[in-house]
């Protein structure tokens, strides 16, 4: 659902209300989408076009893209219940690029017994590179 303020200012821009209801068809065939696949598939796939009788769905990787290409028969049949008549579903798989931002692993921290086992190490071990890591990795927090 669109918030009422971003509605208006797609409704009210005649370039952007042209685009708005050409994509009408896509959003509907998207929340459809949602509605047929596995949670896990809903975040990793969606749909990518529409080509004639044809449906293309965009997928992550390529297990999604499997997972997806052994659903396709049973989606048809949920698109046909619900009056899109599609003949066919093509899977294709597109990357989708995430932010830098998004990108980053966050840092993970060590429990307390860990930490003082790596210690216990750094200590038990001759003065050495392994042991200079090995007590910068019991410090980290």
């Not at 998004?102 to 060590?110: F, G, N, V, Y």
């Not at 210690?119 to 042991?131: G, I, Y």
């Amino acid at each position: 659902m669109i918030p009422r303020r971003m509605q208006r200012i797609v409704t009210d821009d005649p370039a952007l209300a042209a685009l708005w209801e050409r994509t009408r068809a896509l959003r509907e065939l998207q929340k459809l989408y949602a509605l047929c696949v596995p949670p896990y598939l809903r975040t990793v796939s969606r749909v990518g076009a529409v080509a004639g009788d044809e449906l293309k769905l965009f997928a992550d990787s390529g297990a999604a893209a499997t997972r997806l290409r052994l659903l396709a028969p049973g989606l048809l049949a949920e698109f046909r219940g619900k009056g899109w008549e599609f003949s066919a579903i093509r899977v294709s798989v597109q990357v989708r690029t995430l932010p830098a931002a998004a990108r980053l692993t966050p840092r993970k921290a060590l429990d307390q017994g860990a930490r003082r086992s790596l210690q216990r190490l750094a200590e038990e071990l001759p003065e050495s590179p392994l042991q200079a890591a090995i007590s910068r990795l019991a410090k980290l927090k």
